[in-house]
């Protein structure tokens, strides 16, 4: 496994649940915020699904990934609703569930 993407999984392990980061977030804390895209690679193909909570991460607008990250459109709502965090539309608030890295 590349080492950036053992220390971006480490960084999504750190988010406290009923939190979420943004790709953005993740990639700046790695060491280079202009790796968001690398960040959604790297939790595409994690090796660590029940210990990573890649549910957690959001897109910059607090949108979530919807199937193509989590096999059902609803399962990183389910989830985050499980945490107690509020979705509307796909979208999570940012100001309100946001970690504050």
């Not at 959001?58 to 985050?80: C, I, T």
């Amino acid at each position: 496994m590349k080492p950036l993407y053992e220390a971006i999984y480490a960084i999504v392990k750190e988010i406290p649940e009923g939190q979420v980061a943004t790709y953005g977030q993740v990639a700046k804390r790695a060491g280079n915020r202009g790796l968001a895209r690398v960040v959604g690679n790297a939790l595409h193909i994690n090796p660590y699904p029940g210990t990573v909570p890649c549910h957690r991460v959001v897109n910059a607008k607090g949108e979530l990934s919807g199937a193509f990250a989590f096999g059902s459109y609803d399962e990183q709502k389910r989830r985050l609703e499980a945490e107690s965090v509020i979705v509307i539309n796909n979208r999570v608030d940012l100001q309100e569930y946001g970690v504050s890295w």
